[in-house]
């Protein structure tokens, strides 16, 4: 099966980025849960939190990171936002390409 992120990190699929660097790019989902939904990607391609390996351990600070960027960017920082990592079926995860939800009801 091919990978949808994958397949918007290699620009084969349209998507609405806000943010993108060498290992990350950061779009809006295409079912959002809130006003503003993104979706934080790692560029390398890791099934889910349960996959990652002991190289891949700054990955998740990584994205913790660009979450601060993009919500400065988009005005968020002070009101608030949500993030969230689905890990495998039975915990939420649908698109299996490890990403973290970015949800914000309102900007500054």
Do not use: W
């Amino acid at each position: 099966m091919e990978c949808t992120f994958c397949k918007i990190i290699n620009k084969e699929l349209p998507a609405e980025i806000h943010y993108e660097d060498d290992n990350m790019i950061v779009f809006e989902d295409i079912n959002p849960s809130a006003p503003i939904h993104l979706l934080i990607v790692p560029k390398k391609h890791i099934v889910s939190v349960n996959e990652m390996e002991e190289e891949d351990r700054d990955i998740m600070g990584e994205m913790f990171f660009v979450a601060r960027k993009v919500a400065e960017k988009l005005g968020v920082k002070r009101s608030g936002y949500s993030l969230a990592v689905n890990v495998e079926k039975g915990g939420g995860q649908i698109v299996f390409h490890i990403h973290m939800h970015f949800l914000c009801n309102k900007k500054d």
